[in-house]
């Protein structure tokens, strides 16, 4: 019995996908539940399981290729107890009953080279038939793709060499498209930057206090919960106390009106291979030092594993981000529309300061906060930045709410 897989069906914000990877060519046996393909939108990559035991019988459209929700992408036989051959399994695209995208290419049969070189069987659809065509023998090729995966472009580049790599003296280039999560970045940051009247201020804290107390605390506190006390839940928890005592940082603009939010949902910037994410954690104000971890921790694995959903991101009322992770040390972000202000932190450097008339050295570290001037005056984003520095200062505030 011949089983449709579809694209899933697409939030109303999110028009199509780019079938990003295959991760089984026709003819290979597939298990219920195992994925069958990512597929990229301009929030995240989906991953597409197979619903039944069987054999992926027919791919419709390759790696590159745009649907659209609920189009027909594969047809699985149910049940059949091993692999046919894969020429026996050959796309026949122009038999396809649905109707393709715009800009969607169907696959049409292709003839598979005399000779498969060895190591070769494993490769994404598009990078093996490249390799077999070029007769590269892709084990001997140094992988750029998610997790070291050998690609298209990989192949073409090492045939481009003579084989070789990248020799030295050689003048290498590489012109790759955009993935639709770098090109929605570019977007936003564009958006940002045309529509906001951003500002940044800048201040200084002594994270010695808050050291002191992961040192003497952080052991029990692993214990306890399960998970390690870091520097972003001190940071998350100091910004929604203090978005709460200054909510207009917590708002936003729409159109002529501003939008105060009695909640505190702030987004965490993540870093993957695909670019910046922004998973929220909602209701922080209400949430303690270990709920934050854990999910903070849950959010890092699933944008690792490019298993963020896309209600893992929507929302939102507030960022921080922490170049500090790369090294930076001071930095002046990006506002994420249509949330007005974002709080960067950075690296932490021992630097001498003067405290109580003595010069001694203390764990520094430059925060700044990026706004909307249209709506948050600079006196107010200054009193935000004194307030989290306060807190941080003197981390038994946050206990008492302070």
């Known amino acids: 019995m011949s089983t449709e897989i579809k694209v899933p069906v697409l939030p109303e914000s999110v028009s199509d996908a780019t079938i990003a990877t295959w991760h089984k060519k026709p003819g290979d046996a597939v298990k219920r ?137 050689a003048r290498a280039e590489e012109r790759v498209p955009m993935t639709r999560i770098r090109a929605r970045i570019a977007e936003r940051l564009m958006q940002s930057k045309n529509s906001i009247a951003m500002l940044t201020s800048f201040n200084e804290v002594n994270l010695g206090k808050v050291m002191a107390m992961r040192k003497e605390l952080g052991e029990s506190f692993e214990k306890a919960n399960g998970v390690k006390l870091g520097f972003m839940s001190f940071f998350a928890k100091a910004a929604a106390n203090a978005l709460q005592r200054h909510p207009v940082v917590n708002a936003s603009v729409d159109g002529n009106d501003i939008v105060y939010h009695g909640y505190a949902d702030i987004s965490i910037a993540v870093s993957t291979d695909k670019g910046l994410v922004t998973p929220v954690l909602r209701n922080v104000e209400r949430m303690g030092f270990a709920d934050v971890e854990k999910a903070i921790g849950d959010y890092a694995k699933k944008a690792r594993d490019g ?69 948050i005056d600079g006196k107010d984003a200054v009193l935000f930045l004194v307030d989290i520095k306060n807190q941080l200062e003197n981390p038994h505030r946050m206990l008492l709410g302070m």
């Open 33 to 169: 539940d195992e994925n069958l393909v990512d597929l990229e939108t301009d929030k995240v990559v989906l991953e597409v399981p197979s619903p039944v035991d069987g054999v992926l019988k027919e791919i419709k459209f390759e790696e590159g290729a745009t649907v659209t929700s609920s189009q027909l992408i594969a047809i699985v036989e149910a049940g059949a107890a091993a692999a046919a051959p894969a020429a026996a399994a050959a796309p026949a695209a122009a038999k396809a009953d649905s109707a393709p995208a715009a800009g969607a290419q169907p696959i049409a049969p292709k003839a598979e080279a005399a000779k498969v070189p060895a190591g070769n069987d494993q490769l994404p659809p598009g990078a093996r038939f490249t390799a077999n065509k070029e007769g590269i023998d892709a084990s001997q090729v140094e992988g750029t793709g998610r997790k070291g995966a050998v690609t298209k472009e990989d192949i073409l580049n090492y045939a481009k060499s003579g084989g070789v790599g990248n020799a030295a003296g």
């Open 307 to 375: 298993k963020l959903a896309l209600e893992d991101l929507q929302g939102g009322t507030f960022t921080i981000t922490n170049g500090g992770t790369f090294g930076s040390l001071m930095s002046t972000p990006i506002v994420n529309p249509p949330q007005s202000a974002i709080l960067g932190m950075h690296a932490i450097k021992e630097r001498a300061i003067v405290e109580n008339g003595a010069v001694i050295a203390a764990p520094m570290m430059y925060i700044a906060l990026s706004y909307d001037h249209r709506i």
